[in-house]
């Protein structure tokens, strides 16, 4: 277990990990007619130098003849994780890595969210599952 403070432990003990319905991807564009063409149906965007990286739905990704060689599963973490918590993301992506599961970790105001790439989703739940349990008994 990483070493976290008492209120991580409680954040991660009561993360309750759910899957959400579909796949998605990530892509970036500096096209501002793209941008408004897909900025409505995004779950995430996040302004960088290269460009708007977006965060869309796979099915809206291929009717925009996009890349979509890596579909990601989103899996929430049913817990208010508060914005000056410490210790749920570094706990999260730790134990996914050391499982060989890439993650990309996305912390919204009321909730962080994992995507993993969609054939790891399983073994990402399980992982997560246990991080949870094993977190229950600190808190």
Known sequence: MPDVAGTAYEMISGMTPVVQPGLFVFITTGDPALVASLSCDAISTFREQEGLSMLIP???????????????????????????????????????????????????????????????CDRAMGVLTALQNQAARYA
């Open 58 to 120: 796979l099915e809206l990704a291929r009717k925009s003849m996009l890349d979509v060689d890596s579909p990601m599963r989103w899996i929430a973490l049913d817990v208010f994780s508060s914005l000056h918590g410490v210790g749920l993301t570094a706990a999260v992506s730790s134990a996914l890595g050391e499982h060989g599961i890439p993650c990309n970790m996305v912390a919204a105001f009321h909730h962080d969210h994992v995507f993993v790439p969609a054939e790891m």
